[in-house]
């Protein structure tokens, strides 16, 4: 199969999406289930790491509790699954509009919600309002990138509609890797250098009434507006 083929050139990571059930049928969800956990049995198996994406809408808030169950359960059984990214989309960036629940509807969940040891070790939430600082590191250039199919390369897709003489990083098919890791890491740099100067000069706390406008410090999603 594919993912064979896949694991036989021994990447270092495998990515896998795994969202909580929205609109969709609780027997195509279970599918889509059975055929992600195969291939973390087949990366534990392999012994290469796994890290899972999944991202919680207004639609599937309500399945997210069974989510972190299922998320609990794999994490114990697959200790190849080290990471998991659960995200609290961006309407930026979306064909669909309103696809983030609202702010009261997340926090109540966000109050009640507790996790195992095992999950607390693995799980990471981004763009969420209990788990955010303000200003919050950016990740865009030192451990996140967006490549697009034909090879251009950005430090986010948050970034990847606006010039390109100002974000465009490189193409991985014109240039080396090398080359463009060096901008990407130049451009995770200068952001972080920014950040630290701004907090210097400006007072930024959660109750902060501009805090819808800064969206709590990711750069992007405001550059993105």
Not at 80 to 95: K, V
Request: glycine share 4%; aromatic share 8%.
């Amino acid at each position: 199969s594919f993912i064979d083929v896949l694991i036989s050139l021994k990447p270092r990571a495998f990515n896998v999406s795994l969202d909580p059930r929205g609109a969709e049928l609780e027997e195509r969800y279970d599918r889509h289930v059975k055929a992600v956990e195969n291939v973390i049995s087949k990366c534990q198996t392999a012994e290469i790491e796994v890290k899972a994406t999944g991202v919680i809408t207004r639609e599937s808030l309500r399945n997210c509790n069974a989510y972190l169950n299922l998320l609990d359960r794999l994490s114990q059984a697959y200790p190849i699954l080290t990471s998991i990214y659960i995200t609290n989309p961006y309407d930026i960036g979306y064909i669909k509009t309103n696809i983030r629940s609202s702010e009261e509807s997340l926090r109540k969940w966000l109050k009640s919600l507790s996790l195992s040891k095992t999950l607390e070790k693995v799980v990471k939430f981004i763009n969420f309002p209990r788990f955010n600082a303000p200003l919050q590191q950016c990740m865009a250039g030192v451990k996140l990138m967006h490549l697009e199919p034909l090879g251009n390369d950005y430090p986010c897709h948050l970034l990847a509609n606006l010039p390109k003489e100002t974000f465009l990083m490189g193409n991985l098919v014109d240039e080396s890797a090398g080359e463009i890791k060096k901008r990407l890491s130049d451009f995770g740099r200068r952001t972080e250098e920014a950040i630290k100067e701004y907090k210097k000069n400006e007072t930024c706390t959660t109750k902060c009434k501009e805090m819808q406008e800064c969206r709590g410090g990711c750069i992007a999603e405001l550059l993105s507006i």
